[in-house]
């Protein structure tokens, strides 16, 4: 046990209060309440807000609209997706967090205590602090855009959609159409930051707590003051670890919302990118456009280069055993050590259904992203 708690758990702080605006965490005091406020926030803006979009699609006139109406389309109804995955898994998010807190109890004051401080956590605060400066900046050019079009004398909608009054037809309609956009635009937000940030952050947790087995198996046996009994005891209580994290609960949580975004990320940044060079025509929108951009490719590039590295950790922890002072030790260790070994051999991946979230796919993306991307440009 360390000497500072520690509490990884207070690091997901924000993805708690998400879960809680999106209304899937019922408070213990009127839970009644909360049930009603859940399913208006489910019906009128996680499902209503993309069906709205989707639906504009067919109301739309020129192909400013549709590429427009497309490129939101596919994240909302992503986001929509992403939501109920983890909804459907808040269960297993638990169990992620029991084994956390045992991660956390076995951390020893010096060099593991410092590690968790300078390299484990820095990681998941830079990634939370990125996406709400990047969350934020989306939703605020969104707005602005509108505003700055609207005072040129073209006051348009945030997006091309389908409602069932007449936008146009009175102040009355145009500020209910507009401020519900923007409601909604700011629930896709909160989905979108709860959802990207959650899995790159927990593989970054990951790949840290498999870094810090390998330390502690490293130095089974060089402590002469233990006996052969009591690093046997060690070298089985880093089996259980291994064990723990092997489990990879996270992949059970995200494999599911990850397939579908790595497949729809090459068309929503093919998309983003052609409205913004054909169509953009203020500096507002083109702001808008650009932070939607690196949006997009922000939903997968955290979690792919945080499983690449967990792979790393998960193969360099096979070198790390052969670091202990084995030699000296009992046959029932080599004999645990040999076991321990074979099992830590095999390649360890996380995976979303097809694809290992890894760099790799993240360069596959881009790559159909610029082929699509080429394919429109020749036949503009």
């Known amino acids: 046990m360390t000497e500072d708690k520690l509490n990884t758990k207070s690091l997901f702080k ?15 005091k009127f839970p009644q309440l909360y ?19 989707l639906a504009g699609l067919f109301t739309s006139t020129s192909m ?25 898994r808040l269960k297993d998010i638990e169990v992620m967090f029991d084994i956390v807190k045992r991660q956390d109890e076995r951390i020893r004051p010096g060099e593991e205590l410092d590690y968790v401080k300078k390299q484990v956590y820095p990681p998941i605060r830079e990634l939370l602090y990125f996406f709400y400066m990047l969350c934020f900046t989306i939703g605020l050019f969104a707005e602005f855009g509108v505003l700055f079009n ?5 006051w348009n909608l945030m997006y091309q959609a389908y409602f069932p009054f007449d936008v146009v037809t009175s102040q009355r ?3 209910i159409a507009h401020i519900y956009q923007l409601i909604g635009i ?3 937000v909160v989905e979108n930051l709860v959802s990207d940030t959650f899995g790159g952050a927990h593989l970054s947790l990951l790949g840290g707590q498999v870094h810090l087995l390998g330390m502690r198996v490293a130095k089974i046996g ?53 409205f913004m060079l054909l169509f953009v025509r203020d500096p507002f929108t083109l702001a808008y456009y650009i932070s939607y951009f690196v949006g997009v490719v922000s939903e997968i590039l955290p979690c792919c280069y945080f499983g690449t590295k967990l792979e790393d950790e998960f193969q360099q922890l096979a070198y790390a055993l052969f670091s202990c002072n084995w ?48 394919v429109i440009m020749n036949m503009k």
């Open 222 to 274: 060089h402590d002469p003051e233990k006996t052969l009994e009591e690093n046997n005891e060690d070298l089985l209580e880093c089996i259980r670890d291994h064990l723990d994290l092997y489990r990879r609960k996270v992949e059970e949580v995200i494999s599911l919302y990850m397939f579908f975004q790595i497949v729809l990320a090459s068309m929503n940044m093919c998309v983003s990118l052609v």
């Open 14 to 28: 924000t993805h708690y209060i998400c879960w809680f605006i999106l209304g899937m965490i019922p408070p213990k």
């Open 35 to 53: 049930q009603i406020y859940s399913i208006i926030v489910s019906v009128v803006f996680i499902v209503g807000y993309p069906a709205h979009l």
């Open 173 to 175: 309609n145009y500020a």
């Open 186 to 188: 700011w629930f896709v």
């Open 150 to 154: 609207g005072l040129r004398g073209s």
């Open 327 to 374: 030699t000296d030790q009992s046959a029932e260790f080599k004999k645990n050590l040999r076991i321990f070994a074979e099992h830590s051999t095999r390649r360890i991946y996380v995976t979303a259904w097809l694809f290992r979230i890894n760099i790799g796919s993240f360069l596959v993306a881009c790559k159909n992203s610029y082929s699509i991307f080429a």
């Open 64 to 88: 400013y609209e549709v590429i427009q109406n497309l490129a939101i389309s596919l994240t909302c109804a992503v986001s929509a997706m992403k939501t109920y995955a983890i909804w459907w």
